[in-house]
Nanobody
Framework: QVQLVESGGGLVQAGGSLRLSCAAS????????MGWYRQAPGKERELVAS???????NYVGAVKGRFTISRDNAKNTVYLQMNSLKPEDTAVYYC????????WGQGTQVTVSS
């Protein structure tokens, strides 16, 4: 059974930090590139960061230098440390296997106030 469960979102002031977690089913986590995505109101879902099974990260330009993606393969969990948050980071954040078509989880809401 494919399962993705995101957590760690919340309300934070601009400049603050949050750490998101995503617990995934082992069947889809193991050996795959995992990605964090976000969807802001009225916008399409977009990739913000991804990480290979061996731990190599990749970031979209807007979050470079502020977000850090990591993974714990023993726990089938991927993390997103978000620092220096900006109001434009406000969105629902999701994780999934990058470039795959697995069902999305419920996401976790991140709201950054100015």
């Amino acid at each position: 059974q494919v399962q993705l469960v995101e957590s760690g979102g919340g309300l934070v002031q601009a400049g603050g930090s949050l750490r998101l977690s995503c617990a995934a089913s082992r069947s889809i986590f193991s050996g795959n590139v995992m990605g964090w995505y976000r969807q802001a109101p009225g916008k399409e879902r977009e990739l913000v960061a991804s990480i290979t099974s061996s731990g190599w990260p990749n970031y979209v330009g807007a979050v470079k230098g502020r977000f850090t993606i990591s993974r714990d393969n023993a726990k089938n969990t991927v993390y997103l440390q978000m620092n220096s948050l900006k109001p434009e980071d406000t969105a629902v954040y999701y994780c999934n296997v990058r470039d795959a078509n697995y069902p999305w989880g419920q996401g976790t809401q991140v709201t950054v106030s100015s």
